[in-house]
């Protein structure tokens, strides 16, 4: 007997910004496989179990969700955010590509959620509104100088980029290596945008140019958005800044 997993993002920490398809799936589980803080976001019943495990242990989870839908189980494998930023469903499509056939013949699906970065540019106005790539600065499954070499031609392209995994205690210097190499792609004034657990009570947003930008700005908490020289502040009295990107590229007209 088949059963069916379900991947669920259950957005940036928010229980307001948890997707009425993201309840409903979660609702309809039995199981439920992740990282420890994203577990401990459930409010589940009596009859739903948890099987929490650490943040690098994640095609170890994939795998052990996987053979249980297989035996016939609900299972509802959760992540922060959007599960296909960075995130679960990714890891989950691997055991299945490297994995026994029958787990092929799971019933599979994929429930979105509001991701990290744009929930940070929702609190900083628009700063999305234009071309932009998301990277991740960790090298735990990639070389580093092939993150400098993304961050380089996105620089030189005109993208807004946006941070996820910016720092850690293993690897604390990488963020300030990537704001000192985009200081040679790009000038000084161009914002920078640090959106620390944006939408849950411990909040903090700061915008800097990228001349004061720096890695001590960040933990692993943070998403960090770099604009271009087409994005603009809207300097206000007494409040916040409003940080967007223009439809248009200069020079093109509207």
């Known amino acids: 007997m088949t059963g069916s997993l379900t991947v669920v993002g259950l957005g940036p920490g928010n229980p307001d910004q948890m997707t009425p398809e993201a309840l409903a799936a979660v609702a309809a589980a039995e ?13 589940l019943r009596p009859d739903q179990q948890r099987h ?21 189980g609900r299972v509802c494998v959760v992540s922060g955010g959007d599960p296909g930023v960075f995130a679960m469903a990714a890891a989950v499509c691997e055991a299945i590509d490297e994995g026994p056939a029958e787990w092929r013949d799971i019933d ?4 979105p959620g509001i991701t990290a970065m744009l929930a940070v540019a929702a609190r900083a106005g628009a700063p999305l509104g234009h071309d932009f790539c998301a990277i991740s600065l960790s090298n735990n499954l990639k070389p580093w ?12 392209a005109g993208f807004v980029m946006a941070f996820y995994n910016p720092v850690s205690k293993a690897r604390p ?22 959106g620390r657990a944006a939408g849950r009570p411990d909040e903090a947003i700061r915008i800097v140019p990228l001349s004061q930008a720096e890695s001590g700005m960040a933990d692993m908490a943070t998403c960090v958005i770099v604009g271009t020289v087409e994005t603009k502040l809207i300097e206000r009295e007494g409040k916040r800044p409003i940080v967007y990107s223009p439809r248009y590229f200069k020079g093109s007209g509207p």
């Open 108 to 111: 599979f699906s994929v429930v």
């Open 52 to 72: 929490a495990s650490d943040n690098r242990e994640e095609l170890a989870r994939a795998r052990a969700a996987l053979e249980m839908a297989a035996k016939g």
């Open 173 to 194: 210097h990488q963020l300030g290596d990537a704001l000192a190499l985009l200081r040679r792609h790009l000038p000084g004034e161009v914002p920078v945008i640090f």
């Open 145 to 156: 100088a092939v993150i400098e070499k993304r961050l380089a031609a996105a620089a030189d």
């Open 31 to 43: 199981d439920f496989f992740g990282y420890f803080p994203y577990i401990d976001r459930l409010d």
